[in-house]
C-alpha cells in the first residue's frame, strides 16, 4: 500500500523559512514525478513543484520560482520543499503527490498524502 506521509509544516513569519519532508513508501518511485501542491481556504488546490525522481528534472510554479527548491533523498525515499523568503499568500495546505507524468498538469495524480498545514503571518 503506497503510503506518502508530510511533516514539517507550521507557522512563521513571513520572510521566514519551513522545510516541508514527504516520507514515501509502499512501492518504487524510481520512475515516478513526485511533487507539491496546495490549497489555501476558499482557493482550488494548485500545483506548486515537482521533481522526477530519476533525472531530477524540477518544474516549479511561478509564484515560487526563486523561493522554494524541491529535492530529494532517493536512499531515504523522501521528497522535500524547502521554502524561504515565506509571503503570507504561501498560506495554504500543502500536499505531497506522486505520478508517472509531470504534475502541473494533473488534475488527479495517483497518489497524494493527508497535507501539512503552513501558516506564514504577516
Known amino acids: 500500500q503506497v503510503q506518502l506521509v508530510e511533516s514539517g509544516g507550521g507557522l512563521v513569519q513571513a520572510g521566514g523559512s519551513l522545510r516541508l519532508s514527504c516520507a514515501a513508501s509502499g512501492r518504487t518511485f524510481s520512475r515516478y514525478v513526485m511533487g507539491w501542491f496546495r490549497q489555501a481556504p476558499g482557493k482550488e488546490r494548485e500545483f506548486v513543484a515537482d521533481?522526477?525522481?530519476?533525472?531530477?528534472?524540477?518544474d516549479y510554479a511561478d509564484s515560487v520560482k526563486g523561493r522554494f527548491t524541491i529535492s530529494r533523498d532517493n536512499a531515504k525515499n523522501t521528497l522535500y520543499l524547502q521554502m524561504n523568503s515565506l509571503k503570507p499568500e504561501d498560506t495554504a495546505v500543502y500536499y505531497c503527490?506522486?505520478?508517472?507524468?509531470?504534475?502541473?498538469?494533473?488534475?488527479?495524480?495517483?497518489?497524494w498524502g493527508q497535507g501539512t498545514q503552513v501558516t506564514v503571518s504577516s
Open positions: 521533481i522526477s525522481w530519476s533525472s531530477g528534472r524540477t
Open positions: 503527490a506522486a505520478d508517472p507524468s509531470y504534475l502541473r498538469y494533473k488534475n488527479r495524480p495517483a497518489y
